[in-house]
């Protein structure tokens, strides 16, 4: 039992390229997010999924899609990076859209230059 | 949306002492209250949760106070303990009901001296 795993761990993209993010979960959870992690600002919310086939924006949106692809993975793209979206993501996953635990997963530093 | 302010930003204590970590959040429809470590290198990790119908919540060292007149909840560490030393956020829904989508502090850095 994994958990929630996220690839690549690090990355490394200049101004203007594009990448996507993968998430996925192995608890049979209903709900998934994307966070954003900056100094000083805590955890922010960029995209979350209620359910398989729903997606709702967070705090953070603009920059960024996401693709519920199925229940077990969902994914954040960057379509055309900006040094502003370096920062650390996280993935996480809960029962549902309810007052539960969300699961987190261990992160992917990204660096824009 | 919902606002949470969390203070402090660090906190330093000997081994033994007891921490606290205050949130205020600003919408009084809010009424579920988590709160998370994130250990250096790793995601954050649920250690203790509330919800609007109590006032206390504890779990060995920890304890949650929350507080719905004035709007804010404290976290409570007693016997503090080295590895205790980690980042604390606390959190509040999103739009006052949606759990879904949280809210969280700036965070805490937490640091227990030997």
């Known amino acids: 039992n994994a958990g929630v795993t996220q690839t690549p761990k690090f990355q490394v993209l200049k101004t203007g390229q594009s990448m996507t993010l993968q998430c996925a979960q192995d608890?049979?959870?209903?709900?998934m997010y994307w966070y954003r992690q900056d100094p000083g600002m805590g955890l922010r919310l960029i995209y979350y999924?209620?359910?398989?086939?729903?997606?709702d924006k967070g705090e953070v949106p603009n920059g960024y899609n996401v693709s519920r692809l199925n229940k077990r993975e969902f994914s954040l793209r960057l379509e055309s990076a900006a040094p502003s979206q370096t920062s650390v993501y996280f993935c996480a996953s809960s029962e549902g859209p309810g007052p539960y635990e969300q699961y987190f997963g261990p992160g992917t530093r990204l660096t824009v230059t | 949306g919902e606002n949470v302010e969390q203070h402090p930003s660090t906190l330093s204590v000997q081994e033994g002492d007891s921490a606290v970590i205050k949130c205020t959040y600003s919408d009084s429809a809010s009424n579920y209250f988590p709160w998370y470590k994130q250990e250096l290198g790793k995601g954050p990790q649920l250690i203790i949760d509330?919800?609007?119908?109590?006032g206390e919540k504890k779990d060995q060292r920890i304890a949650v106070t929350l507080n719905k007149t004035a709007k804010h909840f404290s976290l409570h560490i007693t016997e503090t303990q080295p590895e205790d030393s980690a980042v604390y956020f606390c959190?509040?829904?999103?739009?006052?009901?949606?759990?879904?989508?949280?809210?969280f502090g700036q965070g805490t850095i937490l640091t227990v001296h030997p």
């Open positions: 959190a509040a829904p999103a739009g006052g009901t949606s759990y879904g989508k949280l809210t």
């Open positions: 608890m049979n959870h209903n709900s």
């Open positions: 509330i919800r609007s119908n109590v």
């Open positions: 999924s209620a359910s398989e086939g729903t997606t």
